[in-house]
């Protein structure tokens, strides 16, 4: 075969891999806009400040200890502890669900039937404020995340591939362990919303509040629901994007990179922001491996942007989301 | 007046029996408007009971604190003998209180069988994850309450539209549908917002003839609001008028019809 094929492969293959982390970031997004309404800029923030606190937790680091110190005049910085990774991730899952228990309830429980923008306005300043807070709470440096999750190359897949194409393909074992959480992720949550109590009690909520209310469905206790499991999904993205690249603040802006994704797969479609993923990692790859070349490259900054605005013309209800009919 | 004795037959025959709620001197206020004032009456189980009156006399208001969405400022309702804590809208529909609206409230983006299915919800006691894998008592407990859907829209004749997304019916069928997601919950109490408003005669007698089936055949007590007078006094075996907030009768559908003060306030009566 063709050395450029075999690599184009490759090139697909990881863009495959990409792909599957801008979903995770994306899920978030779709699950609280789902049962809300609300598109949650702070998502990305969220991801960050979850792998900051896994971070902070799992070396029994003492939360707010610059802000102590600094009142206070002591030298503390440590519990002494060392948590194991799973204790780690079970402990910042807690924190994550009494921030959403705290965001609904100093937030969004009183901007219920507000518009839209309001709705996006007040996730902007969660976002800076979390920002911050997570800055005070941990310090603002970058950090390394290791949870034990496996990571460098796969030898198995570099050997298999070079008795094949006598060229060994370069897959990262960290993006390998992503994409099948990511795929173990998505049936948990489209089993989720579509079989149990709380799914349909969550697409109730989404639809029509009167009506939800009605049939005897909690409002609050499904918000704070939907919020805790957007941070969960946030936690997994955090941890392998921490993994990956350190736990630092540009991690934030990966929220940035789910928004094509979003456009391309529906807003509301948890399978959509799957494939939407796939589809803006494999084409930026694959674009820059057969387009850049010719001309100058640097296009995977902007490929999914355009793609998305290609979309927003033509197809704005995305690829799975739902159709807007107005009736006149 | 009826009488107060705990149980009795109506003329066709069907039990009526002790009293299911009861508001003791309600009043309830919008900032300086009062929508509901000082008013008293009684459901009994497995009557129809009417609350009737001209726009603007407070029915639906009336109909919102019985479901909770409303608190009145003053005043008492018992629920089964049981003095009513002040509980939100989602806790009363847990009590066994179902009710449908004025300008419907469905989930639009569901099919008519999942928005039958979501009045079961408060039915559902699985946990979490054999909901998720439909394994284990979820599985029995979803196909019970399959069952239960299903009877309920037969019974209805809603068949046909089951698998339709509610959002393409009509807005006769949507009142069905709405009707079908309150009785599915098996309510103690069924609460209708004008279940005719709107409609065209067929429609209306459509409505009318589901109304008295679910009340014969399953024994369900209703509460419901019109303004079409013509359609209450053949439906109800008692009503109640409102005029301006106030209860201007009470009593069978010809006590009602004869008393002179709802004459008026449907007639008009000159001021001079």
């Known amino acids: 075969m063709p050395e450029q094929v075999v690599f184009g ?41 979850s792998a900051m606190t896994l971070v902070g937790v799992m070396n029994g680091q003492v939360p707010f200890s610059h802000l102590i110190n600094a009142i206070f005049g002591t030298e503390i910085h440590h519990f002494g502890w060392h948590l194991p990774a799973l204790a780690g991730i079970l402990l910042t899952m807690g924190i994550m669900v009494i921030l959403a228990w705290l965001v609904q309830k100093v937030i969004f429980k009183h901007l219920v039937n507000q518009a839209p923008i309001i709705l996006f306005m007040a996730t902007i300043g969660l976002a800076y404020f979390m920002e911050g807070f997570g800055d005070l709470m941990w310090g603002g440096e970058i950090k ?55 799914g349909r009690a969550m697409r109730a909520v989404a639809d029509d509040h009167q009506a939800a209310l009605s049939v005897g469905v909690s409002l609050n206790f499904i918000w704070v629901m939907v919020w805790s499991l957007a941070g969960f999904v946030a936690l997994i993205a955090g941890i392998m994007w921490g993994t990956k690249s350190g736990v630092q603040f540009s991690l934030s802006l990966i929220a940035l990179k789910a928004l ?69 | 007046m009826l009488d107060q004795a705990e149980a009795y037959l109506t003329a066709d025959g069907r039990q009526i029996g002790p009293v299911v709620m009861e508001m003791k001197n309600i009043t309830l206020r919008f900032g300086g408007v009062e929508a509901i004032k000082d008013i008293s009456f009684d459901i ?27 608190v009145p400022q003053e005043g008492e309702v018992f629920y089964k003998g049981e003095p009513r804590a002040h509980m939100k809208p989602y806790e009363v529909a847990r009590q066994g209180i179902a009710r449908t609206f004025q300008n419907i409230a469905l989930f ?20 979490l994850f054999s909901q998720a894998l439909w394994r284990g008592k979820a599985e029995h407990e979803e196909i019970a309450n399959r069952e239960v859907a299903e009877k309920i829209i037969d019974f209805l004749e809603i068949q046909a539209i089951r698998k339709t997304s509610v959002s393409r019916l009509p807005y006769g069928l949507k009142k069905r549908v709405e009707l079908a997601r309150a009785l599915v919950a098996e309510p103690s109490l069924l609460l209708l917002d004008e279940p005719m408003a709107g409609m065209n005669v067929e429609e209306k007698e459509d409505m009318s003839r589901f109304i008295l089936d679910v009340n014969d055949e399953f024994g369900t007590t209703i509460a419901l609001i019109e303004h079409d007078m013509g359609v209450v006094m053949d ?9 301006y907030g106030k209860k201007i009768g009470d009593g069978t559908p010809d006590e009602v019809r004869n008393n002179q003060d709802v004459i008026d306030a449907y007639l008009g009566v000159s001021h001079d």
């Open chain 1, 144 to 198: 390394k995340l290791d949870v034990g999750i496996p990571q460098g190359i796969n030898l198995w897949i570099d050997e298999t591939t070079f008795n094949i194409f006598d060229y060994g393909f370069f897959i990262d074992n960290l993006d390998i362990f992503a994409t099948v959480v990511a795929i173990f992720l998505v049936f948990a949550l489209v089993a989720f919303a579509q079989y149990t109590k709380q």
């Open chain 2, 108 to 127: 639009e983006g569901m099919s008519v069988l999942d928005n039958v299915m979501t009045g079961r919800l408060i039915h559902m006691k699985a946990n």
């Open chain 1, 260 to 328: 094509p994704v979003l456009m391309l797969g529906g807003f509301t479609s948890i399978p959509g922001a799957i494939v939407g993923g796939l589809i803006i990692g494999v084409g930026e790859k694959m674009f820059e491996f057969l387009v850049g070349p010719l001309i100058g490259g640097a296009t995977e900054n902007w490929f999914a942007y355009v793609l998305a605005l290609l979309f927003l013309v033509f197809r704005p209800q995305g690829l799975f989301g739902e159709k807007i009919i107005e009736r006149v």
């Open chain 1, 9 to 49: 492969m490759e090139v697909f293959l990881n863009g495959l891999m990409a792909g599957v982390l801008y979903a995770l970031v994306a899920l978030g997004f779709v699950l609280i806009y789902k049962a809300s309404g609300i598109f949650n800029y702070a998502q990305g923030v969220m991801a960050l400040f």
């Open chain 2, 44 to 70: 009994r189980e497995g009557e129809i009971r009417a609350i009737i009156g001209p726009n603007g006399a407070g029915k639906s208001s009336m109909l919102n604190v019985i479901s909770g969405f409303y």
């Open chain 2, 235 to 243: 439906l109800s075996d008692r009503v109640v008028v409102m005029d």
